[in-house]
């Protein structure tokens, strides 16, 4: 017996997420075990205090599918590409034989003098190969009992290829100069003249098409981890013996001393024992400003050192960073966001064995009533053939196909069909501040003189000194004042306070308060009145006095009151959720029209508030784009990202908005609802005109023209209700076109 408690295993072989819910149901059924499988990441999460991880594999392995212990990570590793690659090969197999087998099947002018053959040639590697993981899942659940959507393509693509070959080889469809006759008439036969192999080969092709697309979009699952785990710095100039080494990150131990030069990133948690800089912790909290460090102050691994030159004494290494941390927050949150059930599953979990039964009663009905064996046979397979419709593979590939396409004309990036349900729930929409809200970068709100002083001068001299200095404020303060600016000498960056420096003979200072020089009695009241607001304020002085101040903050995005607005239409609750101090994020809340605001959070504190939305009731979206957001976004019921912001909040996101207009956020809300909606309204249709058809075919009144016309009709239905998704417009575009009326 093992002691551990909380076992994670790989499993393999799911093809859908029924198939994940029979091994979680299975594993539940242990004494004390809770088990959580996730189909999207491929991975069980299992609580089984007293159980060897060996019974738990064996356990998966008895229904199917397969189980181990994770293992590490290898860079070098292809084993997922290797497994896409071999998918792509199914599908591009069935296509290239199955576009000719459903064309000639289809159109009488093409059937050749034994072209029924041919036809049997090409179907029969799409059936029997490029079908087989349809099959093979098949078998896997009918051990259990269980029907998903493997198993009617499964049972009808068979269905209809064995039929073909019994009508070819022992019926009359093999004769020469055989042709599928177009009548619009039902009559009554044994079906020995009609062959189904478009159905199987084309059902076939259009399913593995979309299972392919699933599988790249689920292979990109682990992108987020990945991306994260490269923030860290891969290399660190450790202390040895008064000598500076460079060693791999790895080799770090608790108690080690680094060296951190301007423009590195901090390799690992530490607290600094030499020098002062300013460390750009926007990592953590998504906040531009920097934040002032010296002796004693904690740093973490992965932040970027933006001046002075720092050492720092490692107090965590490896597993246990903050950064490390923040990994398993995204790997935790999403192993334990809830499955959205394929709808085709759920349909088919319902319809396949209802379908069954009457094939059953129709084949027993006929024997009973003493009509032939072979007309009895033929109206039970009749029956599962054309339960089996083409508009079934079309139905969310189609529309998704659409969908995504029109949402990538509006900056809307859709990662697949699983994610499009959680649109249609979402009431809570969260809101990230800077880079999502505000625009992310530090700019010049306002230059305020004191009596007598001239503003443009404030703003020279101050450009002047600032431009000497790589700070976030002095960049803001640069780009703001004029373009020629006079040199500047004896400059000096006193980190953690300001900068001066001599500009035509003045001594220039630019900093706080306490470094710049006392304010005049009208510079006080302004300046308490802007940090009030959660804004920064520098105080510019020469001569020894203050002469004016600078009032630096990130400034809203000028969509971003509309977009909260367009949230409200759409039925969403608006939450703001920032690492910022409360009154600034209250100042921008106030902006925007927001009234639900937690500031002051840092990544594992906003997937805490996330969660407790969720407890709530509330069915959550949250909106970021920064690295301190992955995890949020990961544990979101749909997490959105800007496509502006960072590579991890983008991998860990279902839907990313290229633009950085949160406008656009509403377009994907609003997109996804419409692509669900016409996802469904396809499946509806898929089955509804094949059911029609179920009471012909078991009547025996089943040929190939009604059986064509059900097939062609549904599908033609499908792909035109899909086109529609083309013509839907953004919030966005609806406003431009009224402006041209």
């Known amino acids: 017996m093992c002691v551990k408690t909380s076992v994670e295993l790989e499993i393999g072989g799911m093809t859908c997420a029924s198939c994940a819910m029979r091994i979680e149901k299975l594993l539940n059924r242990l004494d004390g075990v809770e088990a959580s499988v996730n189909y999207a990441t491929e991975k069980a999460t299992v609580f089984a205090p007293g159980y060897d991880p060996q019974t738990l594999i064996d356990v998966v392995e008895k229904t199917g599918y397969t189980a181990a212990l994770p293992v590490p990570a290898d860079p070098g590793d292809t084993e997922d590409a290797s497994d896409l690659a071999r998918h792509r090969r199914r599908v591009e197999v069935a296509v290239a034989l199955s576009i000719p087998v459903i064309a000639i099947s289809m159109i009488p002018a093409l059937q050749f003098t034994y072209w029924q053959w041919v036809m049997l040639a090409l179907a029969t590697p799409v059936v029997l190969w490029a079908a087989w993981p349809f099959h093979r899942a098949t078998l896997t659940n009918l051990r259990h009992g269980a029907a998903t959507m493997d198993t009617l393509i499964s049972v009808g693509t068979l269905s209809a290829y064995a039929w073909s070959v019994y009508a070819l080889v022992f019926g009359t469809a093999g004769m020469p100069g055989m042709k599928h ?29 979309g299972r392919y697309f699933e599988k790249r979009s689920k292979r990109q699952s682990g992108a987020a981890l990945r991306a ?13 013996d008064g000598e500076v080494v460079l060693i791999p990150i790895e080799e770090v131990r ?184 505000t625009q992310g970068s530090m700019s010049l709100v306002e230059a305020i003189s004191a009596d007598g002083v001239d503003r443009d001068e404030v703003m020279r001299l101050a450009g002047a000194v600032e431009a000497a200095s790589e700070h976030p404020v002095a960049r803001a303060i640069t780009t703001a004042a004029a373009a020629a600016l006079p040199p500047v ?31 005049a009695p009208d510079l006080a009241p302004i300046k308490a009145a802007h940090e009030d607001v959660g804004q920064t304020v520098v105080v510019v002085s020469w001569g020894g006095q203050a002469r004016g101040l600078l009032v630096i903050a990130d400034q809203l995005k000028p969509s971003s009151t509309e977009a909260v607005s367009l949230f409200a239409d759409l039925g969403l609750t608006s939450v703001l959720l920032t690492g910022d101090n409360p009154a600034a994020a209250a100042h921008v809340a106030a902006e925007v029209g927001i009234t639900q605001v937690h500031a002051g959070v840092l990544p594992a504190g906003k997937v805490a508030v996330i969660k407790a939305l969720q407890e709530q009731g509330k069915v959550v979206a949250m909106v970021g ?50 692509t669900l909606a016409t996802i469904k309204a396809n499946l509806f249709w898929a089955f509804a005109y094949n059911v029609a058809a179920i009471p012909l075919a078991a009547l025996g009144l089943l040929n190939p023209m009604i059986a064509g016309a059900a097939m062609a009709f549904s599908s033609v239905f499908v792909v035109s209700n899909s086109l529609r998704l083309r013509g839907f417009q953004g919030f966005s575009t609806r406003r431009t076109t009224r402006g041209v009326r």
């Not at 976004?633 to 590579?647: E, F, H, I, R, Y």
């Open 181 to 209: 006759h177009f009548e619009f008439r039902v009559a009554r036969g044994d079906g020995s003249a009609q062959i189904y192999l478009e159905v199987a080969a084309g059902v076939t092709m259009f399913v593995l098409m």
């Open 625 to 674: 784009d920064g690295v301190n957001d992955a995890a949020a976004l990961a544990q979101a019921d749909l997490g959105l990202a800007m496509g502006t912001g960072t590579d991890v909040a983008i991998a860990a996101a279902d839907i990313t908005v290229v633009r950085g207009d949160l406008r656009a956020v509403a377009d994907a809300i609003a997109l996804s609802r419409r």
């Open 254 to 437: 608790v108690g080690d001393e680094f060296v951190v030069r301007p423009g590195e990133k901090i390799a690992t948690d530490g607290v600094v024992i030499e020098g002062s800089s300013a460390v750009d912790q926007s990592m953590l909290t998504g906040e531009p400003v920097p934040v002032d460090v010296t002796m004693g102050d904690s740093v973490t691994g992965a932040t970027l050192n933006t001046s002075g030159r720092i050492v720092v004494r490692a107090t965590r290494v490896g597993g246990d960073t903050t950064l490390a941390q923040m990994a398993r927050l995204v790997e935790e949150a999403q192993s334990g966001k809830a499955e959205v059930q394929r709808l085709a599953d759920r349909v088919a979990g319902i319809f396949v064995p209802v379908v069954i039964a009457i094939a059953l009663v129709t084949l027993a009905a006929w024997l009973l009533l003493g009509q032939p064996a072979a007309a009895a046979f033929s109206a039970a397979v009749a029956v599962l053939i054309i339960a089996c419709p083409c508009a079934l593979g079309l139905a969310t590939p189609t529309a998704l196909l659409v969908g995504t396409g029109r949402g990538a004309q509006l900056g809307v990036l859709i990662k697949g069909p699983e994610i499009l349900e959680s649109t249609r729930r979402v009431d809570t929409i969260v809101l990230d501040k800077t880079g999502t809200v």
């Open 228 to 240: 994260l785990m490269e923030l860290g710095a891969k290399q660190v100039a450790i202390m040895r």
């Open 489 to 519: 000498s004896d400059f000096h960056n006193d980190a953690g306070l300001g900068v001066r420096g001599t500009v035509n003979g003045l001594e220039v200072k630019v900093g706080r308060e306490e470094y710049a020089g006392a304010l």
